[in-house]
């Protein structure tokens, strides 16, 4: 089983996520970590990534591979994370056939109804929704 874990700028919320998703699952799933930037995908490496990659062209080449993806809403959001993400990169998490696991962040001013607000436990929520497929 393939997770991949995709953030951009600092790579703050994609550490917190390979941490718990480590700590959820346990070593089996190999974890793969995609960031926008290298800082983002160092964060997700220094947390424990299995495999980390850099950009548009790592994303649209790894992200056919995995099955689960994990991130938040920015990043299917073109021109969010302070243009970070390029619409080459919504296609590729788009059009990935993984479960796709986003978490609300509301910093692009766009409201989900029915979502949670987030908030920074926001992550530990999102954390055990692919266990199931470990199962």
Do not use: W
Request: a positive charge.
């Amino acid at each position: 089983m393939l997770v991949c874990v995709i953030d951009g700028r600092g790579g703050g919320l994609g550490s917190r996520l390979v941490a718990g998703l480590q700590s959820e699952l346990g070593s089996a799933p190999h974890i793969v970590a995609l960031g926008t930037n290298r800082a983002a995908a160092a964060a997700m490496k220094r947390a424990g990534a299995t495999q980390v990659g850099v950009g548009a062209c790592a994303m649209a080449d790894t992200l056919p591979t995995v099955d689960v993806i994990v991130t938040s809403l920015n990043l299917v959001l073109p021109g969010s994370m302070l243009g970070e993400v390029t619409p080459e990169i919504v296609h590729a998490i788009l059009g990935a056939r993984a479960m796709k696991v986003l978490l609300p962040l509301n910093r692009a001013r766009v409201e989900i109804i029915g979502a949670r607000a987030y908030t920074p436990r926001g992550v530990d929520y999102a954390i055990p929704v692919p266990s199931p497929f470990f199962s």
